[in-house]
């Protein structure tokens, strides 16, 4: 069956850092644009940043561009997400994604909080 697993959201301090992971499992996530999607209260979910595993190509938001860094590893299929110099307004949902063609796939997302 497949499925996404995020983990490693938490609670953080403005300025500090954390690593989100998901982790695939019934597909392989070369074979896919995988991805980070967040969804902060009151606002609609938004596209944080995205990798095509088959050239590396990525993808940032204006607004984590130089803070955050997608990576993935094909050989443990997993997808990671590193946040750096983080911001109360990153607080947000964060959930991993992956699309093929017509196919679409979320994780159940891992909770960000940035404090002030």
């Known amino acids: 069956e497949v499925q996404l697993q995020a983990s490693g959201g938490g609670l953080v301090q403005a300025g500090g850092s954390l690593r989100v992971s998901c982790a695939a499992s019934?597909?392989?996530?070369?074979?896919?644009?995988i991805g980070w999607f967040r969804q902060a209260p009151g606002k609609e979910r938004e596209g944080v940043s995205c990798i095509s595993p088959s050239d590396g190509d990525t993808w940032y938001a204006n607004s984590v561009k130089g803070r955050f860094t997608i990576s993935s590893d094909d050989r443990k299929n997993t997808l990671e997400l590193q946040m750096n110099s983080l911001r109360p307004e990153d607080t947000a949902v964060y959930y991993c994604?992956?699309?093929?063609?017509?196919?679409?796939?979320w994780g159940q997302g891992t909770q960000v909080t940035v404090s002030s």
């Open positions: 994604h992956a699309q093929r063609g017509r196919l679409s796939y």
């Open positions: 019934g597909f392989t996530f070369e074979d896919y644009s």
